[in-house]
């Protein structure tokens, strides 16, 4: 008699009318909706949660990126001693041919542009309402060339006018209370020097732009000012204070610091998003493992209510072991129809859950919403968060990771079951029958 292959069609017709049980064996039925409703809540969990971590990183990113330049080239302090009082004071490292530097590090390979700024801090107010600001200082040209401040769907206003004024962050403006056409004061303790000593300076610009870069820290705190501007208002008269770069990977932004060094010469500096913004970012990927192993283990725990389910199973199906082994299958086929009643319920609940995630993650908005309006709002604080909203990316490799470490669990656990039912001796099984 020619031996069957593995996983020929009766072994699935058996174990699928074995998965179906009677309302006699009513428990096994209860365990295995059990087992199929844990792993579906548990894929559908770790898929959400990879979707929503690897959005925010995203969504993190490019914030950083859309409005901040990738690394910076700049020089660091001098300090000189006062004859007079052999004081030692510090001198901020500008740049005076900032137009040529600019243009050997744009000529960099893999350099997109780079533009020369000035930058500083000083007060805004309006009235008596009052906030502390980040100035810069740039060009015309060079402003239009920032994706997330020249965003029409999130900035009011024209550009056009950026020569005549000045470009604040919407949250500067809503705590000021001002918005386009208005007037604000900038006041700098580094105001003009008289023969008394440094007085403040005090200057009133009108607002002609009103952008939001996505970020919460960034939209209440920092101005846009014309270059030349921004040069007579900080006493910075023909220099600038940094070479922002922008570079085509920002990913491997790193690689441009010595090269950047190297041009830049005695006493330059290079400062790259990474180093502002990686430590963050490593917590984010440290959260996201810490949060995969924990959702791990609850498609674990749910993948064991297999193996309880299949050893009710096992039990109340003595004697059709018993027969079956009579009529000749052997252990490996009676394993495989048990594994299979495992595998079956892995397979359904796995894939019950990947549609429920994606789901979830498709409609995340929707979700945040209603849960803003369960909670009476204030569910997502971008002060605490940085970005404004709760975003989601669907990735393939985060649905295979979910689908595979499901999977492989499911048939894990029902292994040791299965092996129980093929070594089942068909003697003892139909003794008392």
Request: net charge negative; aromatic share 10%; charged share 20%.
């Amino acid at each position: 008699m020619a031996s069957t292959p593995p996983f020929s069609r009766y072994e699935f017709m058996i174990a699928w009318r074995y998965l179906r049980a009677r309302r006699a064996e009513g428990g096994v039925s209860v365990m295995t909706w059990i087992s199929l409703i844990g792993i579906t809540l548990g894929v559908m969990a770790l898929i959400a949660t990879l979707a929503v971590r690897s959005g925010f990183r995203e969504e993190f990113v490019d914030t950083i990126l859309g409005a901040n330049a990738d690394t910076s080239l700049y020089y660091a302090p001098t300090y000189v001693i006062n004859d007079l009082t052999d004081e030692t004071y510090s001198v901020p490292g500008t740049i005076s041919d900032y137009d040529a530097l600019a243009s050997k590090v744009a000529a960099l390979p893999g350099v997109e542009r780079a533009t020369a700024i000035v930058r500083g801090q000083a007060m805004v107010s309006n009235g008596d309402r009052m906030n502390a600001a980040e100035i810069y200082g740039v060009t015309y040209d060079d402003i239009k060339k920032i994706s997330r401040i020249t965003d029409p769907e999130t900035s009011q206003g024209s550009l056009e006018n950026f020569e005549h004024g000045i470009a604040i962050g919407v949250g500067i403006a809503r705590e000021l209370g001002v918005s386009l056409g208005d007037k604000i004061q900038l006041i700098s303790p580094n105001g003009a020097k008289t023969p008394v000593g440094v007085t403040p300076r005090i200057s009133t610009y009108e607002v002609t732009y009103i952008f939001s870069a996505g970020r919460y820290d960034i939209d209440r705190t920092r101005i846009y000012m014309p270059l030349a501007e921004a040069q007579s208002y900080f006493n910075r008269e023909g220099v600038a204070d940094e070479i922002e770069v922008y570079v085509k990977d920002p990913e491997k932004v790193d690689d441009w610091t010595q090269p950047l060094l190297k041009i830049g010469g005695e006493n330059a500096q290079v400062w790259t998003w990474k180093d502002s913004s990686g430590s963050f970012l490593k917590a984010l990927d440290m959260e996201d493992n810490v949060m995969f192993i924990i959702l791990s283990i609850l498609v674990l725990i749910a993948s064991m209510n297999i193996t309880s389910g299949l050893i009710m199973l096992v039990k109340n199906k003595g004697r059709d072991i018993g027969i079956l082994r009579t009529m000749g299958l052997t252990e490996g086929a009676i394993l495989r129809v048990f594994f299979l009643c495992g595998a079956f319920t892995g397979v359904i609940g796995t894939i019950a859950g990947v549609a429920l995630g994606v789901l979830f993650a498709l409609n995340v908005d929707h979700i945040m919403a209603f849960v803003n309006f369960l909670s009476g709002g204030g569910a997502w604080d971008p002060s605490v968060r940085g970005i404004y909203e709760l975003p989601a990316k669907l990735r393939g490799i985060d649905i295979a990771k979910a689908v595979g470490l499901s999977l492989a669990l499911s048939f894990i656990v029902t292994i040791f079951p299965a092996r129980r039912a093929a070594r089942m001796n068909p003697v003892e099984a139909l003794r008392y029958e």
